[in-house]
């Protein structure tokens, strides 16, 4: 009887001291488990206007609503703008769970002109908080009170449809993460206003100058006439283009198409010359037989080198 009894206190010892070590370790875990889940701030955009868009720096205005909604009570709010800084910001409301600004700012976004004057850029609002890092607030995208109103027009360009976007941006600098809300607007030129004020005049030089074939040979002085008015016209030409433009690294679809004109210019003068030559020392028939094969080869090679340009570069 004394063992049973002595045997049940010692279980009963080893099951408490089993109990209490749990407890411990699942009150050290859970001061050890941080809270998984970051203050969230809806972040919406409504656009009302959108000023000038300028090609050389991609500097524009904007006038739009920022609203800042929370499902509780809203962090304090400290944001910025990382392409720009606001001119204006007039708080319409100021509710624990909800604020509302309008705010008109100074913006610029990065343009990309490799395919000019074709090329498609991209409007941007990108905000951030000053201060505090994504594991104290994180945006995310509030599809309800974003929008661009219908009135909102950009003179020259086609606006598509707007999208918004929530990323990480990390700095390595200072090894923090910020959250990051981007409302883009991509926009385009119009094709037509675009051909009509850069392309066609072109077109018309080289028509202009590949009619010279279908002179005679007799008339050389005129035929090498009309190739270096074309060859001047395309360099005044291309110079004004590229004063619409800042410096860039790289040639433009414009350039490229400007170099391949260059080419089919020096091509022409190169045969007229050659013909010229050729009737001075008195070979008449090489001249005669160069004149014919040219005569309506050229009308036809060239506009497909134009049109393998647009294939392969736009």
Same mark, same amino acid.
């Given at each position: 009887?004394?063992?049973?009894?002595?045997?049940? =206190?010692v +279980?009963? @010892?080893?099951?408490?001291?089993?109990?209490?070590?749990?407890?411990?370790?699942?009150?050290?875990?859970?001061?050890?488990?941080?809270?998984a889940t970051?203050?969230?701030?809806?972040v919406?955009?409504?656009?009302?206007?959108?000023? /000038?868009? %300028?090609?050389? @720096?991609g500097?524009?205005?904007?006038?739009f609503?920022? *609203?800042?909604?929370? %499902?509780?009570?809203?962090?304090?709010?400290?944001? #910025?703008?990382?392409?720009?800084?606001?001119?204006?910001?007039?708080k319409?409301?100021?509710?624990?769970? #909800?604020?509302l600004?309008?705010?008109?700012?100074? +913006?610029?976004?990065?343009?990309? +002109?490799? $395919?000019?004057?074709?090329d498609?850029?991209?409007i941007?609002?990108?905000? #951030?908080d000053?201060? $505090?890092?994504?594991?104290?607030?994180?945006?995310?995208a509030? &599809?309800?009170q974003s929008?661009?109103?219908?009135?909102?027009?950009? !003179?020259?360009?086609?606006?598509g449809?707007?999208?918004?976007?929530?990323?990480?941006?990390?700095y390595t600098?200072? %090894?923090?993460?910020?959250?990051? &809300? =981007?409302?883009?607007?991509?926009? *385009?030129?119009?094709?037509?206003?675009? @051909?009509?004020? @850069?392309?066609?005049?072109?077109?018309f030089? =080289?028509?202009?100058?590949?009619s010279?074939?279908? +002179?005679?040979?007799?008339?050389?002085?005129?035929?090498?006439?009309?190739?270096s008015?074309?060859?001047?016209?395309?360099?005044?030409?291309?110079?004004?283009?590229?004063?619409? =433009?800042?410096?860039?690294?790289?040639?433009?679809?414009?350039?490229k198409?400007?170099?391949?004109?260059?080419?089919?210019i020096?091509? *022409?003068f190169?045969?007229?010359i !050659?013909?010229?030559?050729?009737?001075? /020392?008195e070979?008449?028939?090489?001249? #005669?037989?160069?004149?014919?094969?040219?005569?309506?080869?050229?009308?036809?090679?060239?506009?497909?080198?134009?049109?393998?340009?647009?294939?392969?570069?736009?």
């Amino acid at each position: 009887m004394m063992k049973k009894f002595l045997l049940f =206190i010692v +279980l009963s @010892t080893i099951l408490i001291l089993n109990a209490s070590l749990i407890l411990a370790i699942d009150s050290k875990t859970s001061n050890l488990v941080p809270n998984a889940t970051s203050p969230e701030i809806k972040v919406g955009i409504y656009l009302l206007n959108l000023g /000038k868009f %300028d090609i050389s @720096t991609g500097s524009f205005t904007a006038d739009f609503y920022l *609203s800042l909604k929370c %499902d509780g009570t809203c962090p304090e709010q400290d944001f #910025e703008f990382m392409n720009g800084i606001a001119s204006s910001v007039d708080k319409l409301t100021d509710n624990p769970n #909800e604020k509302l600004y309008r705010i008109q700012a100074n +913006l610029n976004s990065p343009i990309d +002109l490799k $395919k000019f004057p074709y090329d498609r850029q991209k409007i941007q609002i990108i905000i #951030e908080d000053k201060t $505090k890092t994504i594991d104290k607030v994180k945006y995310v995208a509030n &599809y309800d009170q974003s929008g661009i109103d219908p009135s909102v027009s950009f !003179s020259g360009w086609i606006m598509g449809n707007y999208t918004q976007d929530i990323e990480e941006h990390y700095y390595t600098v200072y %090894d923090e993460t910020y959250s990051q &809300y =981007i409302f883009t607007i991509p926009i *385009s030129k119009i094709i037509m206003n675009s @051909t009509i004020k @850069t392309i066609l005049p072109v077109v018309f030089i =080289i028509i202009v100058m590949l009619s010279s074939f279908v +002179l005679d040979i007799d008339k050389l002085t005129t035929r090498i006439a009309m190739v270096s008015s074309a060859l001047v016209a395309s360099v005044m030409f291309h110079v004004s283009l590229a004063n619409q =433009i800042p410096p860039l690294s790289y040639l433009t679809f414009m350039d490229k198409f400007m170099v391949l004109t260059y080419f089919v210019i020096l091509v *022409s003068f190169t045969i007229n010359i !050659s013909i010229m030559e050729l009737t001075k /020392k008195e070979k008449t028939a090489m001249a #005669e037989k160069i004149h014919h094969r040219t005569e309506y080869t050229m009308l036809i090679v060239v506009p497909i080198l134009y049109i393998l340009l647009f294939w392969f570069f736009l």
